[in-house]
């Protein structure tokens, strides 16, 4: 019975198409596609190269479609549901967006960049979307620009904690004259027209080209996407990668280098936040408000200059990381301004696998090369595990093993840990695997086998007469009445014992193949589950350091409420024990005056602290000044007056006590 793909319904969360580049090679094919009645290929068999002496069996794929050499870009674009993607994700008037998931796999090589980047004379699966989207949109495309209306609510509405920027400010903090300070502040002015610098040469930079300079084909001016016309819509970009496990921003680099340095990027976290606790997302990337084609195309050429690319003996320019490119479709009722609601289309340039061998690559290289491989491993398992389940299996898919595969499936399944906040459909995945006929036969046929939706193995090689003879079985020829044997039975009971031989030989390869293959996956599974332990602690760590890190905060903080409520309680305390106290002094200096005046008594208060002193030294210097003044007179008198008159002048006065007349005034 021929194999048949695994029933694929339109609302199935992952679709597997293959597209084939066309090869120059000197080699020989070994990949063919199958002949089929239907109007597009499904099925493609790939058998070992005939110098191959290790005997494997020939293996058979099936796909949701084939696209052959002579596939164009358009044709992909169409025929592998980019469109509806991008309809799901503006939504209807009845519902809101759907995520989509567009992601391209392969060898090193084999024509990945090119299907979503395109080339210098084709545009790439990316570039059609983006035109697609803006056109479509049209005139609800709301004016972002800063100190809109449309910017305050989108960066109020956004949950990912992001720094968030209008095309115009970021580009001209690119390749303007970089004389704002405020970038990358939330609060920057409004900056001039992107036009200023798309137009003007000497400002912008070389690695960039100008839009009109990218190749404006093939055309999508014909696809159009009916939207919602009662909404206003919002197109928000961004863009990061995965590099060594993980996850770095790729867009605002280039802005602070030119000031910093000697900055390294900081690695961003894959999370729930606060604002959105059933979904995961990434925290703190640069997201820019595209107000039309030309300046979303701008911040994609921008990003791309960004992304970890080096040179191996595969390819001149192999990306050395995962690279994402978001865009996020925000939608609101135009009349009511209600609140957004978003969508995202994801458009993912996974790393192509490579062979350090093959690549030559060495040092940090092949460290890099090592991390790619690891985080395709497990994107294999986990696509394999998700096509089991299509056909009715509950097994879990290990997306948490690493940084890609928790990126591209954590939002591929509905969301049950919050049920106060709204559902979210699962997102819609594509994933468009690239091969070449001519290529390496062992990197290609291993992305074959855990990308494909079906495989069979099949064994064609006539078995051996001359191992049947060896294997020392005794034959048991029929003979004549005679007694003798004659040749023809014998040649029949030989076939029979060939075809035995044949039948037990194909089954004990398919047995050993299925051994190596169970083999290989016991290895990943103890592998993966070391390395989820590894990261279990990693992460038990992580948390638990975080939580004493707010409790000591929040106890700190409150300690310093209380020491504050308590001093102000002890100030208002003492501030009212002194009003008391004056309150009590007036109240008895008031009754003592009330006193004096009805009996008439004086009443004297005590004289302060040290004034007795005082006064006693007053005194003795009077009295010497007294003395010193006296007998200045007596000379004085003694000089100029008669013996009779100083004789009378002599005698002393009597001197009175300023205290005594005190005293006796008293009584």
Not at 144 to 152: N, W
Not at 541 to 567: K, P
Request: hydrophobic share 35%; net charge negative.
């Amino acid at each position: 019975m021929a194999m048949e793909p695994p029933p694929r319904p339109s609302s199935s969360l992952f679709d597997v198409y293959l597209r084939l580049r066309p090869s120059h090679a000197a080699t020989d094919r070994f990949l063919k596609v199958e002949e089929t009645e239907a109007a597009n290929p499904t099925h493609i068999t790939i058998k070992p190269p005939a110098g191959d002496n290790r005997k494997r069996a020939v293996e058979r794929f099936a796909f949701t479609r084939v696209f052959e050499e002579d596939a164009r870009q358009l044709d992909l674009f169409q025929g592998a549901g980019v469109v509806q993607l991008i309809e799901g994700a503006l939504g209807t008037r009845s519902s809101v967006g759907r995520d989509g998931l567009l992601a391209t796999l392969g060898v090193t090589g084999s024509g990945k960049s090119h299907t979503i980047l395109g080339s210098k004379a084709q545009r790439g699966l990316t570039q059609m979307a983006l035109d697609v989207l803006f056109q479509s949109i049209g005139e609800q495309l709301v004016q972002s620009f800063y100190g809109a209306p449309a910017f305050s609510s989108l960066a109020a509405a956004d949950v990912s904690e992001a720094h968030m920027f209008t095309a115009s400010a970021f580009l001209d903090s690119m390749y303007g004259d970089n004389q704002s300070e405020r970038f990358p502040s939330r609060a920057q002015t409004p900056m001039p027209d992107c036009s200023s610098f798309m137009t003007n040469g000497p400002t912008r930079s070389k690695n960039i080209p100008r839009p009109s300079a990218l190749p404006q084909s093939p055309s999508v001016a014909d696809i159009q996407i009916p939207s919602d016309p009662s909404a206003e819509y919002a197109l928000i970009v961004s863009m990061y990668e995965v590099y060594n496990d993980r996850i770095f921003d790729l867009l605002p680099g280039n802005a602070t280098k030119s000031k910093h340095p000697n900055i390294k990027r900081r690695a961003l976290l894959f999370k729930s936040t606060e604002l959105s606790p059933d979904r995961k997302l990434v925290a703190g990337l640069t997201k820019i408000i595209c107000g039309s084609f030309e300046e979303a195309m701008m911040v994609l050429e921008t990003g791309l200059t960004e992304r970890k690319v080096a040179g191996t003996g595969s390819n001149a320019a192999s990306s050395r990381s995962h690279g994402f490119f978001c865009v996020e479709v925000k939608k609101r009722g135009a009349q009511r301004k209600g609140p957004w609601s978003s969508s995202a289309l994801t458009i993912v340039d996974l790393a192509g696998s490579e062979r350090a061998r093959n690549a030559k690559t060495a040092g940090a290289t092949l460290a890099e090369a090592g991390k790619i491989n690891e985080s395709l491993m497990y994107l294999g398992q986990c696509m394999q595990m998700q096509s089991d389940n299509q056909d009715g299996s509950k097994n879990v898919v290990p997306f948490r093993q690493c940084k890609l595969t928790e990126l591209l499936f954590s939002n591929s399944f509905p969301s049950s840990t919050n049920r106060h906040t709204h559902y979210h459909q699962p997102q819609k995945s594509i994933m468009v695997v690239t091969a070449d006929p001519k290529g390496d036969f062992n990197a290609t046929s291993q992305i074959l086998r855990y990308s494909a939706l079906a495989r069979e193995v099949t064994v064609p090689r006539i078995p051996s007469t001359t191992s049947t003879l060896l294997s020392g079985t005794p034959l048991k020829y029929p003979t004549t009445p005679s007694g003798r044997t004659t040749p023809s039975a014998v040649l029949e009971e030989l076939e029979a014992a060939n075809s035995e031989v044949a039948r037990l030989t194909t089954e004990i390869e398919v047995f050993a193949l299925r051994l190596t293959e169970e083999t290989a996956r016991r290895r990943a599974a103890e592998q993966s589950w070391r390395a989820a332990e590894e990261h279990m602690l990693e992460m038990e760590q992580e948390i638990r350091d975080e939580c004493f890190a707010e409790t000591e905060a929040a106890v700190e903080q409150e300690r310093r409420r209380w020491q504050a409520a308590w001093e102000a309680e002890q100030d208002n305390n003492e501030e009212h024990l002194d009003k008391k106290i004056d309150v009590v002094i007036q109240a008895t200096r008031a009754q003592m005056k009330e006193q004096q005046d009805k009996n008439g008594v004086a009443v004297y208060e005590d004289p302060e602290p040290g004034l007795s002193d005082r006064v006693e030294e007053l005194e003795r210097e009077n009295e010497l000044l007294r003395a010193r003044l006296e007998e200045k007179e007596r000379e004085q008198v003694a000089r100029t007056a008669s013996p009779v008159k100083k004789m009378r002048v002599l005698k002393a006065k009597k001197w009175a006590d300023p205290e005594a007349a005190l005293g006796s005034w008293e009584d």
